[in-house]
């Protein structure tokens, strides 16, 4: 039994900064020019991938060490020095000492994530039968442009000018260490995108995308299949996700194994 606690918490929400840096480094590598860079202040990470990356924040803020106002001045200044938004996602586990120096600066509640995980000791059993006609894979070499063009192609029809930007996005996912980028074909084409970042034993599930015509074939199920299935072999004991409170993604996730742990709250600093 693992039970929500603050020793979960940090566990989690270690995994998805050291993803996020993992990331951050990715662009640093291929675009020095960028100024991606992260820095780790109390515990946190503090993290600039772009003025409109959303990387560009905190994640750990108040889980792993009581936060001064002195350890806040130097990540606001972090982030002040870019140009940047200040946002952090911030635990309710966190400090309670935190949230009060949060509202005495200004900072106002933004957004909300339910942190979801499951265990992967024993049999990975999913809800959903398995399409036998998807298949799924770890990309090879040199399939970084495909594997990011199928996700940008998913996003397209979301927002205009997104696929763009996800496109990019997608091909410095597919560098990160520690990553697996996913692909879902049928009959021989690429539909969907999943991604699988693994951090000790803890696995975080993301990048999920499908191109409008691949919908409705299970392609989702079967990526989320293979990921779990490959992070249990690499020894992984945790799958971990984030999802939009009440969401269909939620709903997809509890019924297949994972549950919440708590509801993340994301703070922005309002000049």
Request: aromatic residues 10%; hydrophobic residues 40%; glycine residues 8%.
């Amino acid at each position: 039994m693992i039970f929500s606690d603050r020793n979960l918490s940090r566990k989690l929400e270690l995994t998805e900064a050291r993803s996020n840096a993992s990331f951050v480094e990715a662009r640093a590598r291929v675009s020095p020019e960028s100024g991606a860079e992260w820095i780790q202040v109390a515990g946190a990470y503090a993290m600039f991938d772009g003025i409109e990356s959303p990387l560009t924040q905190t994640f750990g803020l108040g889980i792993f060490d009581e936060v001064t106002g002195d350890d806040l001045n130097r990540v606001e200044e972090f982030f002040r020095e870019r140009d940047a938004p200040i946002l952090h996602e911030v635990s309710p586990l966190a400090d309670a000492s935190l949230f009060a120096l949060l509202n005495e600066r200004g900072y106002q509640p933004i957004e909300f994530t339910s942190v979801m995980y499951r265990l992967l000791e024993g049999r990975i059993n999913l809800d959903l039968p398995i399409n036998p006609e998807i298949a799924t894979r770890i990309i090879k070499a040199g399939e970084d442009k495909i594997w990011a063009q199928t996700s940008a192609n998913g996003w397209a029809t979301e927002m205009e000018g997104l696929a763009e930007f996800m496109f990019e996005f997608g091909q410095i996912s597919a560098k990160c260490d520690g990553g697996f980028p996913f692909l879902a074909e049928l009959a021989g084409e690429p539909i969907s995108t999943g991604m699988l970042f693994v951090y000790e034993d803890v696995a975080l599930l993301a990048g999920t995308s499908t191109v409008p015509e691949g919908r409705r074939r299970g392609a989702q199920t079967a990526l989320l299949d293979a990921r779990l299935r490959h992070a249990a072999k690499r020894g992984c004991r945790l799958a971990m996700m984030g999802a939009s409170p009440g969401s269909q993604s939620q709903k997809n996730a509890e019924k297949n194994g994972f549950r919440i742990a708590y509801t993340r709250v994301k703070w922005q600093l309002k000049n």
